[in-house]
């Protein structure tokens, strides 16, 4: 009897078991087909993949995605989350501008739906990614108490990774899939230090497990020792934007130092200012436009006088504006990092003029279809908020790609080499000082049978790689290559 009761206790905890896990499957379905978009205003035909979007709660933040599926083989597929910088700039920016699913086509008048086309170059043809408003505040992610937009990069990098967990909770079909951090800009702090984060989970034994094989950095700022004047000095003086004796000058005035300069420092330091006065700060092969209302200077060749037009498609690249931008001097710092607006010149993000995206996302039709909430609780989109009180509390970046390397974690550290925000120098600089092994020596690599850039690998399966003629987001202006080197880099080929 005692034997035939342990059997019915067996049966009932395998029964309970079960119930519990189609409970719990059923759950996470009806969660999926709540998340599920059908369609988007501005775009004709079916996706070529799935799409879903919606939130994910942090204790009390709501923190917003946009999930692509991979086109390719989604069982298989990398996935990988997608982070904007700023801090306080949206990943819409990286969906709508560099290498979403779509491009966006401009209509007039001024206000209308942009039209979307298929992005040919989308990093989705080869990944699934999830693009991550972060942290609360930024884009559509948000908190009902306005003290939690009181933050910095380690609480950023917990909020992000308590994120991952409960989103793999909601799509458990991709736990086995590698898992890859991404972004560029001030993600040169979020991706290292939320890839730190992600670690220690694992080692701490978090559930679900998250697969994670390594990070992406593009034109990201890592240390104070290689950003700001130390990068930007040799870029300019490589680039010919100032003399050879203005260079000489700096280097013996300042004595290595340009970004906390002392008197006779300051003013050669200003004869370079007035060298670089009305560049593009983010690829300085591209025409500025010196207000963001203003319209295009009729001197302007036809192409750039119809924003871009490629393919007859009139698909627009960004207008340009010239603002002092950050970091173009002082380095990222510990303490209080300023907002993109509050540098501005313009009371905008400077150098850009962010109209499309800025229509598309705050359209009522475009928050229904990707399950935003509305302007009436979380704001008006912006690219970069103004809301958040952000502090560079983790350091140097440098002691967290060591040690990631060191473990086995892949890196793939890019960089286009007409940005002047943050210059390749800097990048190119800080991956040497490691003091790895060069297994792969500087060299081109190709795309469209053309030299695209060049790279140089190192031991601890760290890749240091340009973008010939790209700037501070190179999906934007070499989506090609851009795609080319990415997913050969994910497919563990040679680029």
């Not at 499957?25 to 999926?32: E, H, N, R, Y």
């Not at 006065?277 to 092969?285: A, F, R, T, W």
């Not at 970046?397 to 390397?405: D, F, G, Q």
Request: with cysteine; proline share 6%.
């Amino acid at each position: 009897m005692i034997n035939m009761d342990k059997t019915m206790d067996t049966l009932y905890f395998f029964w309970g078991m079960l119930l519990f896990m189609l409970l719990s499957l059923g759950s996470i379905k009806a969660a999926q087909e709540g998340a599920l978009i059908t369609y988007l205003p501005g775009f004709i035909g079916n996706f070529p993949s799935k799409h879903y979007s919606g939130y994910v709660s942090v204790g009390e933040k709501n923190l917003f995605y946009y999930l692509v599926v991979s086109e390719r083989n989604p069982s298989k597929d990398p996935v990988v989350l997608w982070l904007n910088g700023g801090p306080g700039c949206s990943s819409f920016d990286g969906f709508v501008y560099e290498h979403g699913p779509f491009n966006f086509e401009a209509r007039k008048p001024k206000g209308s739906l942009p039209i979307l086309h298929l992005n040919p170059y989308s990093w989705s043809k080869v990944s699934t990614i999830i693009y991550l408003d972060s942290p609360a505040g930024v884009g559509f992610s948000y908190s009902k108490n306005e003290t939690e937009y009181v933050t910095g990069d380690l609480k950023t990098a917990a909020d992000t990774h308590s994120f991952l967990l409960k989103w793999f909770g909601l799509y458990p079909e991709f736990l086995s899939n590698p898992f890859y951090v991404a972004g560029e800009s001030y993600a040169g702090v979020y991706v290292p230090t939320l890839t730190s984060e992600i670690l220690k989970g694992i080692k701490a034994g978090a559930k679900p497990t998250i697969n994670l094989k390594g990070y992406v950095v593009g034109n990201g700022v890592t240390d104070g020792n290689f950003d700001g004047g130390n990068a930007l000095l040799p870029f300019a003086h490589g680039m010919g934007l100032i003399s050879d004796d203005i260079y000489q000058e700096a280097r013996a005035a300042c004595k290595g130092n340009y970004d906390e300069p002392g008197i006779i420092c300051s003013k050669i330091l200003d004869k370079v200012d007035k060298a670089l006065e009305g560049l593009n700060v983010y690829d300085i092969l591209e025409p500025c436009y010196h207000d963001p209302e203003s319209k295009l200077n009729t001197s302007l060749p036809s192409s750039f006088q119809q924003l871009g037009k490629t393919n007859n498609k009139n698909i627009p690249v960004r207008k340009r504006i010239f603002g002092r931008a950050w970091p173009l001097w002082a380095p990222v710092k510990d303490g209080i990092v300023p907002s993109w607006p509050e540098l501005a010149v313009q009371g905008s993000v400077g150098c850009m003029n962010d109209e499309i995206a800025s229509t598309w996302l705050n359209d009522k039709s475009v928050r229904t279809a990707i399950h935003a909430q509305p302007e009436s609780i979380v704001g008006a989109w912006v690219l970069c908020t103004h809301r958040l009180l952000y502090r560079h509390d983790a350091g140097s970046m440098i002691p967290y790609h060591k040690t990631l390397t060191r473990q086995g974690y892949r890196a793939l550290i890019f960089s286009g080499d007409h940005d002047m925000c943050v210059p390749f120098t800097g990048s190119q600089a800080w991956t040497k000082s490691l003091g790895y092994k060069i297994i792969d020596e500087w060299r081109s690599w190709m795309s469209n049978d053309q030299i695209a850039g060049y790279l140089q690998g190192y031991e601890n399966n760290l890749t240091f790689l340009t973008i010939k003629g790209a700037g501070h987001t190179v999906p934007e202006y070499k989506p090609q290559e851009a795609l080319d080197f990415f997913s050969r880099w994910l497919n563990g080929k040679p680029i």
